[in-house]
């Protein structure tokens, strides 16, 4: 199984300041990243996909992705409390697998 | 509504008593996929089928197995459940990947299972 790293530990921000997670992975081959959300005792559900390299932006969210330092970023702008939930970064394997990474949890405090 | 379902939602059992955690999706969706999510280990996938008749094993298949003679349906056996199977369980389901490019798995609601 291809490995997907997230090892920072829980993120506080106040309300309205940027959340900025990190994410590296091993397979210098992977092509397609993504990043999930997961409420606390909820199904994970798809907030941003990304496959070249750059930034791609998606309202309050960019995802960054840098192929040759294999690492993918999630930013998170103007956090609101409602974003406050634990995101798992995820890369495509073959047939469609998905291997996640163990996620990171974020508290946005009002 | 599309969606993925599972049944049961909660479920605490005994070691070795057989259950079966029932999955079905209205989307006609070929691909379907089991997780089960640990504190600390994250995601990580159990079986997988691609289509109708064909599954496969995905990275933590052992005391598993999983059958798809429909389309909608994929559901999750476990035989002898031994405590080190309980686990959050999430079903999901996308079209099929052969196109090359990835398709949203859509998850289920989560079924926790406990076995004493």
């Known amino acids: 199984q291809k490995e997907v790293e997230q090892n920072s530990g829980p993120l506080s921000v106040p309300e309205g300041a940027i959340a900025s997670l990190n994410c590296t992975y091993s397979?210098?081959?992977?092509?397609?990243f993504f990043w999930y959300r997961q409420y606390s005792g909820k199904s994970p559900e798809l907030i941003m996909s990304?496959?070249?390299?750059g930034d791609k932006e998606d309202g309050r969210f960019t995802a960054q992705l840098n192929k040759a330092s294999q690492y993918v970023s999630l930013l998170i702008r103007d956090s609101q409390p409602s974003d406050s939930a634990t995101y798992l970064c995820?890369?495509?394997?073959?047939?469609?697998?998905?291997?996640f990474g163990k996620g990171n949890q974020v508290v946005v405090i009002p | 509504e599309a969606q993925v379902t599972q049944n049961p939602r909660y479920l605490i059992t005994v070691t070795g008593k057989k259950l079966t955690v029932t999955c079905s999706q209205n989307m006609n969706h070929e691909y379907m996929s089991w997780y089960r999510q640990d504190p600390g280990l994250g995601l990580r996938q159990i079986y997988y089928s691609m289509n109708v008749e064909v599954t496969d094993k995905g990275d933590v298949p052992e005391g598993y197995k999983v059958s798809r003679k429909e389309k909608r349906n994929f559901p999750l056996i476990l035989e002898s459940p031994s405590p080190n199977q309980t686990s959050l369980y999430f079903c999901?389901?996308?079209?099929?990947?052969?196109?090359?490019?990835?398709?949203?798995?859509?998850f289920g609601p989560g079924t926790r299972l406990t076995v004493l």
């Open positions: 397979d210098r081959g992977s092509q397609s």
């Open positions: 995820a890369l495509r394997e073959g047939n469609n697998r998905l291997a």
């Open positions: 999901a389901s996308s079209l099929s990947p052969t196109s090359g490019t990835y398709n949203e798995q859509f």
């Open positions: 990304i496959y070249s390299n």
